[in-house]
């Protein structure tokens, strides 16, 4: 079968090749893969400037659905045919404070679906059961390889923060995750301003068909004016940064209230 492999460091370096159809191992399945989306740290692997581990060649590919084809042993409760969709930690160390507290995630041993083993830019991957979910009928392949994105946000925007209805977000990049966040926190009842910049021109105006109750492109208003404007003065309950901008982040955290 053939594979988006990233197969050496460096920038570049990334090709579709012949790579062996893999076969699961004791507590792994094998899915047949419907839909990958391409996130954007698969642009980071093949520039070479990402900071988590990538160990070539490897299959890249990890916000995937597909269907169960084959079980290893020892795998319960899953069989073939089985529409799902997976997290991307593949492994970790089970020990650390992280892992202890159920954020394995966070592991610093955490070794991950399409950057150090074989992911979903191929025909078939094999991810160990315990990372699955199960992809609803009510809800497509092709939807449902935006899972893992979503999950992320989720977690993020009612998980970790608890937006409440009545609260002011400000959700500061308009890319996929920034709209998607926006659709998250504006379903929890929040009012949502979202900002950029002229090369977001489009996608701020996407989100206002989205539902955003105010967007900036903040090179021709300040910020800081359209928080007052909007709080009143009092300043937005949650910053969600979503362009991986670190001077944007810092930028939009000037605005946040006093216990926000």
């Given at each position: 079968m053939k594979g988006l492999v990233k197969?050496?460091?460096g920038p570049g370096n990334m090709e579709l090749r012949e790579v062996p159809e893999p076969k699961p191992g004791p507590g792994e399945v094998k899915i047949a893969v419907q839909y990958t989306g391409i996130c954007g740290s698969d642009l980071h692997i093949y520039h070479s400037d990402i900071a988590i581990p990538v160990r070539p060649p490897v299959v890249t590919g990890h916000e995937f659905s597909g269907t169960i084809v084959e079980v290893g042993l020892g795998v319960e409760h899953w069989k073939p045919g089985d529409r799902v969709v997976s997290e991307t930690a593949y492994s970790y160390c089970g020990v650390c404070i992280h892992c202890r507290e159920g954020f394995y995630n966070l592991c610093n041993q955490r070794k991950t679906l399409g950057y150090w083993y074989n992911g979903a830019f191929a025909p078939y991957t094999i991810v160990p059961a315990a990372r699955l979910h199960p992809l609803p009928d009510s809800i497509s392949f092709l939807e449902?390889?935006?899972?893992?994105?979503?999950?992320?946000?989720?977690?993020?925007?009612?998980?970790?923060?608890?937006?409440?209805?009545?609260?002011?977000?400000?959700?500061?990049?308009?890319?996929?995750?920034?709209?998607?966040?926006?659709?998250?926190?504006?379903?929890?009842?929040?009012?949502?301003?979202?900002?950029?910049?002229?090369?977001?021109?489009?996608?701020?105006?996407?989100?206002?068909?989205?539902g955003a109750d105010w967007t900036l492109d903040v090179t021709k208003r300040s910020l800081g004016e359209a928080v007052e404007e909007i709080t009143g003065g009092v300043g937005v309950d949650v910053v969600l940064g979503c362009s991986g901008s670190e001077k944007a982040l810092q930028g939009a955290l000037l605005f946040v209230r006093k216990r926000g």
């Open positions: 197969y050496a460091a449902g390889a935006l899972m893992e994105p979503l999950a992320c946000i989720v977690h993020a925007v009612v998980e970790l923060t608890h937006i409440q209805a009545g609260d002011t977000v400000l959700v500061s990049g308009p890319g996929a995750i920034g709209l998607a966040t926006l659709q998250v926190a504006k379903a929890h009842g929040a009012r949502v301003l979202v900002t950029g910049t002229p090369v977001d021109a489009e996608r701020l105006e996407k989100a206002k068909a989205l």
